[in-house]
């Protein structure tokens, strides 16, 4: 199959319409049995659950091209699970996992043409997404819904790739104690939207966001978790209720701990022992796992030790180990990795 010609190594994390998306209609109480459209419109009606009371939810995932030539996807059995939390939430039907999994593979081998080559520095990323499309105007669920996955060609999450990052401590919140923190709704994303371009204009890649409850511990970003590194080598991620479940940074700890030999710890992390830590990485489908250079707390800055130019050597294992797996040069765990047939 011929490719796309694309400048695959100098993509963005950026939009572009491919030649397939896969849509499926939920009505009268049941999923159609869906299909490929060349259509990249969608047509609702001006009152649709998802306009009006922003009834919707995504998920996040990526087809990578292997060493040896396979298109494969990484875990889309956690996307399915998570899409599903997410749904129930919003009182939303669920989207079957096993056909959730057949639409992931319909859509990719669909669109294999845009699948970038190995070794190119780009993927392609998924974007599986559920809207309620009747009409609402009481606050209520809608009773239509479509699922849908469009696919498109991506470079790193953040500009200049691996670089170091500064991140700043954000006095805003991202998601309410109880509140809905843990899905993955379209609404988090747009509250979080004041507070990302604040901080790019001050001059910051990313928020970290702290607990809304009593703002003394560290959540995660607006679109990523986040792990440091201790000065004795041990991996230790942030617990809490209120924020996402990273499939990156759950399959990061098994890395650090199976293939790595490190010590890993799922704990509340405070703010104020940052200072102490060695290294700090942002992580998710689109930020891979992007090093956190500098830390910037109201005019306190927290510089970790590796500095601006690169990652931290444990992070550079977990990089490297990670996208090893994905990229089908280390034997993977049992289930991690799904070939498009
Ligand atoms: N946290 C937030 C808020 C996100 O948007 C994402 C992206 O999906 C993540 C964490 C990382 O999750 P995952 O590793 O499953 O992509
Ligand atoms: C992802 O990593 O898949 C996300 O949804 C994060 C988003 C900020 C692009």
């Known amino acids: 199959m011929e490719k796309k010609n694309i400048d695959w190594g100098n993509l963005g994390f950026g939009y572009m319409p491919t030649d397939y998306r896969y849509v499926s209609h939920f009505k009268d109480g049941a999923w159609n049995a869906g299909e490929l459209t060349t259509d990249s419109n969608v047509v609702i009606n001006e009152c649709a659950g998802v306009l009006q009371y922003a009834q919707t939810c995504f998920e996040g995932l990526k087809a990578y091209t292997t060493e040896d030539g396979r298109i494969v996807t990484f875990r889309p059995d956690l996307n399915a699970e998570r899409l599903e939390q997410s749904a129930v939430r919003l009182r939303m039907p669920v989207f079957p996992k096993e056909r959730f999994l057949e639409a992931v593979d319909q859509v990719v081998k ?70 809905t923190g843990h899905i993955k709704a379209g609404l988090n994303y747009a509250m979080s939207l004041y507070n990302i371009v604040d901080a790019h204009e001050q001059g910051y890649d990313e928020n970290i966001y702290l607990d809304p409850g009593t703002r003394t511990y560290i959540e995660e970003t607006g679109g990523a978790n986040i792990i440091f590194v201790t000065k004795d080598n041990k991996v230790i991620t942030p617990k809490s209720d209120s924020i996402l479940p990273s499939i990156t940074r759950r399959s990061l700890m098994t890395v650090a ?61 977990l990089y490297d180990t990670l996208t090893g797996i994905q990229m089908g040069r280390l034997e993977a765990p ?8």
């Open 334 to 341: 049992e289930g991690w990795i799904r070939e498009i047939k």
């Open 110 to 179: 669909a669109n294999a043409a845009f699948v970038p080559p190995y070794g190119s520095g780009a993927t392609l990323y998924l974007r599986p997404y559920m809207f309620g499309s009747d009409p609402v105007i009481g606050v209520k669920p809608a009773t239509e819904y479509q699922f849908r996955i469009l696919v498109t060609p991506v470079g790193p999450y953040f500009k200049g790739g691996v670089k170091p990052l500064t991140v700043r401590i954000s006095d805003l919140d991202r998601a309410a104690p109880h509140g």
């Open 257 to 317: 701990k199976d293939y790595l030999g490190l010590e890993v710890e799922e704990r509340p992390v405070a703010l104020s022992e940052v200072a102490d830590f060695a290294e700090c990485g942002l992580c998710g489908t689109a930020a891979v796992i992007s090093p956190v250079g500098k830390i910037v707390d109201h005019g306190r800055e927290i510089a970790f030790p590796a500095g601006m130019e690169k990652m931290g050597p444990i992070t550079q294992k």
